[in-house]
């Protein structure tokens, strides 16, 4: 069975920085991406980063460009989310989810082509 399972968020002051984790397991293809997404109260849930080993790194969000990058470790399965100058409105939960078809993953966040997701984790920027 294919788990993803986030870590890492908080409580932090604008301007810091915190790094979510997502832990991958049960996957037996190398051919997959995972992606970082985040729901604020009241919003749709909205990708914001991904990377897969065929098509790299998207960005899907431009708010986050300069601020937020997304990295993989292959040996650990585990992707990361390095988030710094945290604003109030990145308050959100932050989902890692996997999809089977990384390059239209590469192209789009349409959540058509995600699943399975991890159960969340919640990052909070107070001002």
């Known amino acids: 069975e294919v788990q993803l399972v986030e870590s890492g968020g908080g409580l932090v002051q604008a301007g810091g920085s915190l790094r979510l984790s997502c832990a991958v397991s049960?996957?037996?293809?190398?051919?997959?991406?995972v992606a970082w997404f985040r729901q604020a109260p009241g919003k749709e849930r909205e990708g914001v980063l991904c990377?897969?080993?065929?098509?790299?790194?998207?960005n899907y969000l431009d708010s986050v460009k300069g601020r937020f990058t997304i990295s993989s470790d292959n040996v650990d399965n585990t992707v990361y989310l390095q988030m710094n100058s945290l604003k109030p409105e990145d308050t959100a939960v932050y989902y890692c989810a996997l999809s089977y078809y990384p390059f239209i993953a590469s192209k789009t966040s349409d959540r058509a082509y995600f699943g399975p997701w991890g159960q969340g984790t919640q990052v909070t920027v107070s001002s």
């Open positions: 049960g996957v037996t293809s190398d051919d997959y991406a």
């Open positions: 990377i897969s080993s065929t098509e790299g790194i998207t």
